[in-house]
């Protein structure tokens, strides 16, 4: 009985996973049908820039070289290094207008 409770809980969680993978899929393929994307990819760009997270950034990328080596580290061992801080340094404010131009652009569709 239990294991039937627990089969049905994991089958309703894939259930609303693969629903919202096909959402996140429609949502995508309306922003790049419009644009919208890589309007909203320069917006960001641009505050990232403003704000000085694109400098702080390219410092931690530059001390972790220096750290690491240069002949020592790749690109992608790079890129992994500092996804984590580069995502967890931007802004609550640009996040949250990046949301609200999602979804400004979600109600006019």
Same mark, same amino acid.
């Given at each position: 009985?239990?294991?039937? +409770?627990? +089969?049905?809980?994991?089958?309703?969680?894939?259930?609303?996973? +693969?629903?919202?993978?096909?959402? @996140?899929?429609?949502?995508?393929?309306?922003?790049?049908?419009?644009?919208?994307?890589?309007?909203?990819?320069?917006?960001?760009?641009?505050? *990232?820039?403003?704000? $000085?997270? @694109?400098?702080?950034?390219?410092?931690?990328?530059?001390?972790?070289? @220096?750290?690491? $080596?240069?002949?020592?580290?790749?690109?992608?061992?790079?890129? #992994?290094?500092?996804?984590?801080? $580069?995502?967890?340094?931007?802004?609550? #404010?640009?996040?949250?207008?990046? *949301? #609200? +131009?999602?979804?400004?652009? *979600? #109600?006019?569709?």
């Amino acid at each position: 009985r239990k294991a039937n +409770r627990k +089969r049905i809980r994991m089958s309703v969680e894939e259930d609303r996973r +693969r629903k919202d993978e096909a959402v @996140r899929a429609t949502i995508m393929q309306k922003l790049i049908e419009t644009g919208e994307k890589e309007n909203l990819k320069e917006m960001l760009r641009s505050k *990232l820039v403003e704000c $000085g997270w @694109r400098d702080d950034l390219r410092e931690h990328c530059k001390d972790v070289i @220096r750290s690491k $080596g240069l002949e020592r580290i790749t690109v992608d061992e790079l890129v #992994q290094i500092i996804t984590p801080r $580069g995502r967890d340094t931007v802004p609550d #404010q640009i996040k949250a207008d990046l *949301l #609200q +131009r999602i979804r400004q652009f *979600l #109600q006019s569709t």
